[in-house]
C-alpha cells in the first residue's frame, strides 16, 4: 500500500511540472510572436530616435557655425557689443526653437497641430510671462535707445545696485562690481527706472567738501586746497577749479572744491587729494571739525 501511495505522489508532480513546461513553453512562443510581430516597428523606432540625435549632433554644429558667422558680421560692421550679445542670445534661442520644432515633425507630429498649439500656448504664455516680455522689450529699448553700453559704470537707483556692464542679454543685464561679484538685472527695471550712467562721458567732477572749525583760518584753508589742486597731474587745467565756503554748518565751516579729472583717474584722484588735504591741514595746524557739543556754566 505505501508503494502505491508513493507511485501516486510521484505522478502527482510529475502531472504538475509537465503542466508548468507547458505553460513556460507557451508563455516563450507568445513572447516570441509578440518580438517577431513588434521587432520591425522597434527597429524602425530605434533607428529614427539614431537619427533624431545624429540631426540634434548636426544642428548643434551649424547652430554655432551660424553664431560666429553672425558674429563675425558684427564685428566688421563695428556693432556696439550690446548688440553683438544680444542678437547672439536671440539666434541661439530661435535656432535651437527650430531645430528641435524639425525633429519632433520627423517623429510624425503634426505641424498643424504643432502650430495650433504653439499659438494657443503663445497666449497663455504670454499672459503668464507678461514680466519676461517687458524684460525683452527693455532690452531691445536698451539698444535702441542707449542709456548705457557694455563697459559703462551705471547705478540704478530703485535698489542702489551699481557696476560695469558686463553682458546685455535678451531678458536680463549683468553688471559686475568692484568687488567682482556678479549682478543680474532684469531689463525690464533698468528701461522702467530712473538710472545713472557713471561713465557717459569722458570726464567728471571732483566734489570735495571739508569741514574745518569755526576758530580755523578759513583764507588759509582755501589756499592750501586751491594750492593741492593745481598741484595735482590728474587736475585738469584746461577746466574751472572752484574752491567756496559751501556752508556754515552747526560744528563747521564747510569748503567745497571742484575740479574736472577723467572718469579713469576719479577715484584715485579723490582718495589722493583727501590724504593730502588731511596732512598739509596738519603741517599748518588747521584744525578739521568734528561733530561736538559745547556746554557754557552761567556764573
Known sequence: MAFIEDAAVVDEVTAAAVETAGDAVQEAGRLTAYLQDHIPNMIGFGVKVLCAILFFCAGRIVIGWIRKVVKRSLNRSKADKGVEQFVDSLLKFGLYFLLIFTIA????????????????????????????????????????????????????????????????????????????????????????NSLTNMTAQPERRLNIKIGITYEADLKKAKTVIERLLLEDASVMKDKETAVFVDALADHAVVIGARGWVSNDEFWTTQWRLLEEIKLRFDQEEIEIAYPQMKVHMAK
Open 105 to 192: 515633425t520627423k517623429f510624425g507630429v503634426d505641424t498643424a497641430s504643432v502650430a495650433a498649439l504653439i499659438a494657443s500656448g503663445g497666449v497663455a504664455l504670454g499672459l503668464a510671462l507678461q514680466g519676461s516680455l517687458s524684460n525683452f522689450a527693455g532690452g531691445v529699448l536698451i539698444l535702441l535707445l542707449k542709456p548705457f553700453e557694455v563697459g559703462d559704470y551705471i547705478v540704478e537707483d530703485t535698489n542702489h545696485n551699481e557696476g560695469t556692464v558686463k553682458e546685455i542679454q535678451i531678458f536680463y543685464t549683468k553688471l559686475s562690481t568692484i568687488d567682482n561679484k556678479t549682478i543680474v538685472i532684469p531689463n525690464g527695471i533698468l528701461t522702467n
